[in-house]
Structures are given as C-alpha cells and as structure tokens.
C-alpha cells in the first residue's frame, strides 16, 4: 500500500516538472534577438531582465557579456552579444533545475521583454535560482 502512495506522490512529482505550458506570446518567438539598430537600449534591458530574474549575482557584464555567478544546483545565465544578435544561455549543476518546462520558456520570454519591453516570465514552482 506504502509503494501505490509513493507511485502515485512521484508520479505528481515528476509530471508536474516535466509539464509546459508555453505562453501563447512566445510562440513566434525564436532561438536568439536579432536587434534592429546597435542593440544599445536592448543591452541595457537585458540587463535590467537579469538583474529582475536572477538569484545569484551578476559576476561578468560589459558591452558583450552579462554572466551571473554559477552556484551548485541554481541556475545561471550567460547573455551574449554578437554584432546585432543577442543570445542567453542557462546552466546548472542539476539536471532537474532545467527539466521543470523552465528551459525553453525563460529564453523566449527574455527575447520577448527585449521585443516588446513586456516582462511575461513566471517560474514555475520548482524553478531553482530563478525569480
């Protein structure tokens, strides 16, 4: 009887991490944001996006990289700018911190905020090092 509890606790578990709900905006949003002009005023959104969104500090930001801190089991982000284009990449030591549906909505909806200047992103539950 033990065991059908447990079953059925993991099974809530694990099904409500792997479930995603992308948002209806995101869905013609693309891997990366390609800027119309210099990606001056872009730049500093992104900054103020991880500044709103991310639990561990900023440790690298100049005018091609903003990278906060990489912690055990939070996950960190690594924004990139090439030329017009700027790309955001997530790490984690924890393979479940980027298994909760968090992994390709957080991108998307930081293109979206770059696009529209509308923050939409809302971590799931079990969103480890993101706010």
Same mark, same amino acid.
């Given at each position: 009887?033990?065991?059908?509890?447990?079953?059925?606790?993991?099974?809530?578990?694990?099904?409500?991490?792997?479930?995603?709900?992308?948002?209806?905006?995101?869905? !013609? %949003? #693309? !891997?990366?944001?390609?800027?119309?002009?210099?990606?001056?005023?872009?730049?500093?959104?992104?900054?103020?996006?991880?500044?709103?969104?991310?639990?561990?500090?900023?440790?690298?930001?100049? !005018?091609?990289?903003?990278?906060?801190?990489?912690? +055990?089991?939070?996950?960190?982000?690594? %924004?990139?700018?090439? #030329?017009?284009?700027?790309?955001?990449?997530?790490?984690?030591?924890?393979?479940?911190?980027?298994?909760?549906?968090?992994? !390709?909505?957080?991108?998307?909806?930081?293109?979206?905020?770059?696009?529209?200047?509308?923050?939409?992103?809302? +971590?799931?539950?079990?969103?480890?090092?993101?706010?």
């Amino acid at each position: 009887m033990k065991l059908r509890y447990l079953s059925v606790i993991l099974f809530l578990f694990f099904g409500g991490c792997s479930s995603k709900t992308i948002n209806p905006k995101l869905q !013609d %949003i #693309g !891997d990366h944001y390609s800027c119309k002009t210099d990606c001056k005023k872009e730049w500093e959104m992104a900054h103020v996006w991880v500044m709103n969104h991310a639990v561990t500090p900023v440790s690298v930001a100049n !005018d091609t990289i903003i990278q906060t801190k990489v912690q +055990p089991n939070i996950i960190s982000f690594g %924004i990139n700018k090439v #030329g017009n284009m700027i790309k955001m990449n997530m790490q984690s030591t924890n393979p479940f911190t980027l298994s909760t549906g968090t992994f !390709d909505e957080v991108p998307k909806s930081f293109y979206y905020f770059l696009k529209t200047g509308e923050d939409i992103y809302k +971590p799931p539950f079990l969103a480890t090092g993101i706010r």
